[in-house]
């Protein structure tokens, strides 16, 4: 698996700019026309984010993109929908969904990165085939299946269940990544730790994992990120108002009283963004922005 | 990073092959059991039983609802001489290629492209916005893009204008879906593609420069040839990823209007839960996970080319 690895992907920021600095009218000409073009590019992809953004402070918005101004510029969309009911409650299962289940795959992953990262077996190949190639499954097609198993299980309508496939489902992917992290570890302070008794789960416990952290965190951030953003999986396994996360009540509670609030619902949409948004920050700030792409080509 | 090796067995694979027992295989492999235990009930598990259940006429209410009996390829039948489901698959093609094949790919291409010759703050304020349309959450862009395309949305607002506005959600709804699908999905190539035109050495683009091949001509016989495994990849990736595409257009159209932006995952789920279908429901889910198995296979074969 090792030798598939794709050299190091640089971020998108410090790619070399404008080759053709300073040589003739036409390079100028060809620079000039690269930043309009990228710019109109920029906004088309701006206008769409920013109904969100207004509507969310517009206590009378609609459909169309407007500045809030005067009267209706406020904070009222927000007052509105911040209720246990609308927004703590979602917010809190969400939160109790994501972090349950990016704790268990991110233990499990590494438990199982070890001895993939560590030892030359007869079963590492395969494995890591198998799990190359449920990468690529798509999770939408066996919604129907896991929701027949969840019947025979009793486990419809349960967070611990659904916190069980939502960790499963983020495995393949995060036992790629944090084998990967590991691999960068050099195993030669384990070998000297190993002459002196230690076992593996002890090395792995005291030398490997401290130098892994920022890995590890990356793995854990991004297994969070894709979970609070996912809906169709608690779409399909809960049930009960209570127990469903921002991303499922988000699109109930809206559609259940007639005519939709915009506002309130644009007021929402950026409270429910806002966790995500700041933690992709962080995690872009410390990886120079191109974490997921080095894991996503490899896996 | 292929040096890493057993602790103490010296290097060449056959050799260390043959001094290790199977009890040690064995021994090390435990730490992989919690993986293995969840990846089979979670994931092997559903998997097997969608091969059993597409076989059957399982249902949650009416014939099946009872006794559960194997029907052979009855669901496959049913299914391929269904206009419902040829009307979904054809409109995954067509979302698959508009959003993904030519949407995403070219688009974020052309960004990466266009981003390497602007200047600083532009490439800054552009990647952070594309970017930014990729993070925010599934139904989020949905609702946003039902805004941005609604009868009286922002659109619709500036082609009114020009006397082009219309319904978009009810006359091209699988268009609709597929731009907002082009919206959300293009950060992804755009940054793989940054990578792969950033290891480019500059030489190469100079040295073409300087033997006269100018814009069209450079892309097109220098940079594409050098970033097409990339291109090939990244195909790959966001074709899987858009097969199952289920909250933005579930949020967007619900399919709708009619089965005008029913697309497979779509069609799947109202056969499955909304007409409790279930044994059709995963002879659909079957279609689908060979389509994703197949592209997963075309991918390994491509990665293991390298």
Redesign the interface.
């Known amino acids: 698996m ?6 190091p ?2 971020a ?9 600095h300073g040589r003739g009218p036409r390079t100028w000409v ?2 000039v026309l ?2 309009v ?3 109109v ?2 906004l088309m ?5 920013l ?2 953004l207004f ?1 969310a402070f517009n206590s009378d918005a ?4 407007e500045l809030p101004s005067g009267s209706t510029f406020g904070l009222d969309n927000f007052r509105a929908v911040m209720t246990p009911e609308t927004t703590y409650r979602p917010m809190w299962n969400g939160l109790v969904l994501c972090v349950g289940s990016a704790a ?1 795959a991110i ?3 590494t ?2 990165a ?10 590492k190949r395969p ?1 890591l ?1 198998t799990i ?18 969840f019947v025979q299980l009793n486990l419809i309508d349960t967070l611990g269940g659904t916190i ?2 939502m ?3 983020a ?2 992917f995060s ?1 790629f990544l944090t084998k990967n992290f590991m ?2 570890v050099p ?1 030669t302070l ?2 000297a730790a ?1 002459t002196d008794g230690a076992s ?2 002890q090395t792995l416990r005291y030398i490997v994992l401290p130098l892994m952290w920022p890995g590890l965190s990356v793995v854990l951030i991004f297994t969070f ?1 894709g979970m ?5 999986v608690p ?2 396994l809960l049930l009960s108002p209570d127990r469903l996360p921002a ?1 499922v009540s ?2 109930t509670f809206f559609g259940q009283y007639g005519s939709v609030q ?1 506002g309130q ?2 007021a929402y ?1 950026v409270l ?2 806002l966790p ?2 700041v933690l ?1 920050v962080v995690l872009s700030r410390r990886l120079g ?2 974490f ?2 080095g894991g ?3 896996g | ?2 040096t ?6 010296p290097a060449g ?1 056959d050799l ?2 043959r001094t ?1 027992p199977v009890k ?2 064995i021994a ?5 059991t ?3 235990v ?2 089979l ?3 092997a ?3 097997l ?2 091969v059993y ?1 597409a076989f059957t006429n ?1 249902a949650l209410t009416g014939a099946g609802s009872g006794e559960t009996k194997f029907v052979g390829l009855d669901n496959f039948r049913a299914a391929f001489s269904s206009d419902a489901f040829a009307n979904s698959v054809v409109l995954t093609l067509v979302f698959t290629f508009l959003s993904a094949v030519v949407g995403q790919n070219l ?1 974020g291409l ?2 990466a492209l ?7 703050v ?6 952070i ?5 990729w ?6 862009a949905g ?3 039902y ?2 395309l ?1 009868q ?3 659109f619709n ?1 500036i082609l009114g204008r020009f006397g082009l506005g219309q319904n978009w959600l009810y006359t091209l709804p699988i268009i609709a879906v597929s731009l907002a699908n082009v ?1 959300r999905g ?1 950060a ?1 190539s ?3 593609y ?2 792969a ?3 480019i050495p ?1 030489e190469i ?2 040295a073409a ?1 300087m033997d006269g091949a100018t ?1 069209w001509r450079r892309l097109r016989y220098v940079t594409v040839p050098m970033i097409k495994r990339t291109v090939t ?1 990244n195909l790959m ?1 966001i074709t ?1 990823q858009t ?5 933005l257009i ?2 967007m159209t619900k399919g709708g209007p009619g089965t005008k932006s029913q697309t497979l ?1 779509l069609y ?2 109202e056969q ?2 909304s007409f409790s279908q ?1 044994g059709y ?2 002879a659909i ?2 279609v ?2 060979a ?3 197949v ?3 075309l ?2 074969r491509l ?2 080319e ?1």
């Not at chain 2, 890493?4 to 067995?9: I, L």
């Not at chain 2, 532009?122 to 990647?127: C, D, K, Y």
Request: charged share 10%.
């Open positions: 090792t030798t598939q690895t794709p050299a992907l640089v998108s920021g410090t790619s070399s700019s404008a080759s053709g060809a620079t690269a930043n073009v990228t710019s590019i920029g992809f701006l206008v769409p984010l109904w969100v509507a609609g459909l169309k993109l268990i233990v499990v992953a438990l199982a070890y001895p993939l990262s560590r030892f030359e077996t007869r079963y494995f085939l190359l190639f449920s990468t690529g499954l798509p999770i939408t097609a066996i919604m129907v299946p896991v929701y027949g198993l069980a496939f960790a499963t489902t495995l393949p036992i691999d960068g195993i384990e070998e190993w593996s789960m990120i609070w953003g996912n809906f169709f779409f399909v991303s988000i699109f915009w619902l644009a949409s429910y963004t995500v948004v992709y922005g191109a997921n792409f996503a080509l490899k | 990073m292929a890493v090796t057993r602790p103490g067995a694979p260390r092959r290790h040690v295989d090390r492999a435990l730490p992989l919690p993986a293995i969840l990846l009930v979670f994931l598990g559903p998997i039983w969608c259940a399982i688009l052309a960004l266009l981003q390497k010759r602007s200047v600083k532009v490439r800054t304020l552009v990647g916005t594309v970017i930014g349309a993070v925010i959450p599934e139904v989020v609702y946003v893009w805004a941005f609604a009286d949305g922002t607002e919206w293009t992804f755009m940054l793989v940054n990578a035109l950033s290891e500059a683009e100079e420069e814009g990849t990736l899987l097969l199952s595409v289920f909250g579930y949020t995952p799947m789920y499955a839960f279930i429901g995963t889910a079957l689908l996970l389509v994703g198995a592209f997963s296979i991918y390994m990665l293991r390298d």
